[in-house]
């Protein structure tokens, strides 16, 4: 069974950093795309960054400059650095992995799911 585990959310000052990790278990997700999204109150679900297996990244606008996408596939683990936060950056931040992403940005091409984990910045 393919597990994704978030760790790293928390409440920050804006201006601040925090650095999220997603550990994957139950299979190789070396080839596969390994992304973050995240979702504010009362917003759809949003496309933040990804990242191929060949390393190439993306970033959805609002947070380029900002955030840094990376992966050990040694370790089956993905992270978001996160600098520079804004309030408009709280949200819950969920990783997802697809094993045949066509459109980075797109949520349905994702197969698996973390559970979440809270990104809250404080004005």
């Known amino acids: 069974q393919v597990q994704l585990v978030e760790s790293g959310g928390g409440l920050v000052q804006a201006g601040g950093s925090l650095r999220l990790s997603c550990a994957a278990s139950?299979?190789?997700?070396?080839?596969?795309?390994m992304g973050w999204f995240r979702q504010a109150p009362g917003k759809e679900r949003e496309f933040v960054a990804a990242?191929?297996?060949?390393?190439?990244?993306y970033y959805t606008d609002s947070v380029k400059g900002r955030f840094t996408i990376s992966r050990d596939n040694a370790k089956n683990t993905v992270y978001l650095q996160m600098n520079t936060l804004k309030p408009e950056d709280t949200a819950i931040y969920y990783c997802?992995?697809?094993?045949?992403?066509?459109?980075?940005?797109?949520?349905?091409?994702?197969?698996?799911w973390g559970q979440g984990t809270q990104v809250t910045v404080s004005s």
């Open positions: 139950g299979r190789t997700f070396r080839t596969y795309a």
């Open positions: 990242i191929r297996w060949s390393g190439s990244t």
């Open positions: 997802a992995v697809g094993t045949s992403v066509v459109v980075i940005a797109n949520a349905l091409d994702y197969n698996y």
